[in-house]
């Protein structure tokens, strides 16, 4: 996406030389002859960077950068035709990125530009990383369900496809988001994310689309929407099954055009975005209640995908307790090992907050209990009654036919593995001296294929 620079200057001649050098670039330009003019455009437009005069008519450059700062993450430059050390200094504290005298050097202008849009990108980017961590942002397991899921977003991700994504509460929807995201074409920008059922109906269409000063009671400035803030991105609409019918019918026909006004505004507004929604509702249903519009769900679903729930991919349990046991190390709860007992329980309890409630029991256990290890007479005290599952049971040869090759296979190597482990009562070097595979080799596969001996 081109960089956008707002040039705000009371002096045309000026405006027009920085506009022409900056198209020469590669640059977008818009100019302003005065501090509230620029400000305005500001509020309407995407910009990637400021130049900004000092002295001019009604507010001063040194107030609008000021303002700047305390409303837009921006970087600012400032330029001036009898500028001071003093001057210089009170801009730089008061956020300037650099200040250039006239008359200009087109070349440091140039040069100066280049490197505050890269100043920007780099703090977008390290402000994402500081937000995530990579094994707090990937889809941990090797179970087929897993497996399968991934498969779909690696085909998915790089396109601009609009995807539908659905599963139950605590399944890690928004995680799936944020992975398509991730290897997107759309990738150096963050993405924007809304909770639909968070915001009451009479705020969606302000959250969504913004509004200007003055268009109702407490709005005080003008405000970009979710909708513009995303222009180049994605916008990722949660619980989007929670959302009204009247807030769906204005939703509907903004991602049909991908136009809309701001609420008190007349001026139509184009964007640029790619809508990830997700649910954990079964929307055919709502349909059919009447309370989710079906052009709606069909606009979306252009890509359905089904996010497991934990007990149809128990096998992960494990490498997801590692991850997790890990994150909380990092963060200063100690490190402590699960034993194989404390893991087959945890694999024999029915999750029904999935993958959530589990990490949501291992942060308890690592908290609250003593030692070095997590026993399963630990983890029975904090389950307390909950449900268990029984083991899985091996499948039939008939049934057989019903899996694919790649699942059939993980079965057969699943069930063996832990038959031959048992003969020797989970001792890994005998098993693997026995069926002739290396020591290191079987404890990986026991690892991958999370067999837990009993």
């Not at 990125?97 to 780099?122: C, H």
């Not at 949501?360 to 005290?381: C, K, P, Q, S, Y």
Request: aromatic share 6%.
């Amino acid at each position: 996406m081109t960089n956008t620079i707002l040039i705000i200057d009371d002096e045309s001649a000026i405006c027009e030389a920085l506009s022409g050098i900056l198209a020469d670039e590669g640059f977008a330009s818009l100019t302003a002859s005065s501090a509230e003019e620029g400000l305005h455009v500001l509020e309407e437009k995407d910009i990637s960077l400021i130049l900004l005069d000092i002295w001019m008519p009604g507010m001063d450059g040194l107030e609008a950068l000021r303002l700047i700062k305390k409303r837009f993450d921006l970087p600012v430059i400032m330029i001036s035709g009898h500028g001071t050390i003093e001057t210089a200094v009170q801009a730089t504290r008061n956020g300037a990125y650099d200040f250039l005298e006239k008359p200009l050097s087109y070349d440091k202008v140039i040069l100066s530009v280049n490197k505050g849009i890269q100043l920007a990108r780099l703090k977008r980017e390290n402000r994402l990383l500081r937000e995530s961590s990579p094994s707090e942002n990937s889809i941990t397991g090797n179970s087929p369900a897993v497996l399968r899921l991934r498969e779909q977003i690696e085909r998915v991700a790089p396109t601009d496809a609009w995807v539908l994504i659905r599963g139950g509460h605590g399944t890690g929807k928004e995680l799936v988001a944020q992975t398509i995201h991730r290897y997107s074409a759309r990738c150096k920008q963050p993405m924007i994310a809304v909770n639909c059922a968070a915001i009451p109906e009479e705020l969606i269409e302000s959250e969504l689309f913004g509004h200007v000063k003055g268009s109702f009671t407490g709005a005080t400035e003008n405000k970009k929407g979710k909708f513009d803030q995303a222009n180049g991105s994605t916008l990722f609409l949660d619980e989007i099954g929670d959302m009204s019918l009247k807030s769906q019918a204005k939703v509907l026909r903004i991602l049909q055009e991908q136009k809309f006004e701001r609420v008190g505004g007349s001026r139509t507004i184009e964007v640029d975005v790619r809508v990830l929604a997700a649910t954990n509702k079964d929307l055919d249903e709502e349909i059919d209640k009447g309370t989710f519009r079906a052009d709606l769900f069909y606009r979306l679903n252009v890509v359905p995908i089904m996010v497991p729930d934990l007990l149809d991919r128990r096998e992960d349990i494990p490498l997801l307790v590692e991850d997790f046991s890990n994150q909380f190390s990092r963060k200063g709860l100690g490190r402590k090992k699960f034993t194989d007992e404390a893991l087959y329980l945890l694999q024999r309890h029915s999750w029904p907050g999935n993958v959530r409630e589990l990490r949501n029991l291992v942060e308890r256990l690592v908290i609250m209990t003593g030692g070095d290890h997590i026993e399963a007479a630990d983890v029975a005290l904090f389950l307390g009654n909950a449900p268990l599952q029984p083991p899985p049971a091996p499948v039939a040869d008939s049934d057989y036919r019903l899996l694919s090759f790649k699942e059939a296979r993980r079965q057969f190597e699943s069930e063996y593995l832990l038959a031959r482990l048992r003969e020797n009562d989970g001792n890994v070097s005998k098993t693997a001296e026995q069926i002739g595979m290396e020591r290191s080799h079987l404890h990986k596969k026991v690892k991958a294929l999370g067999i837990v001996v009993k």
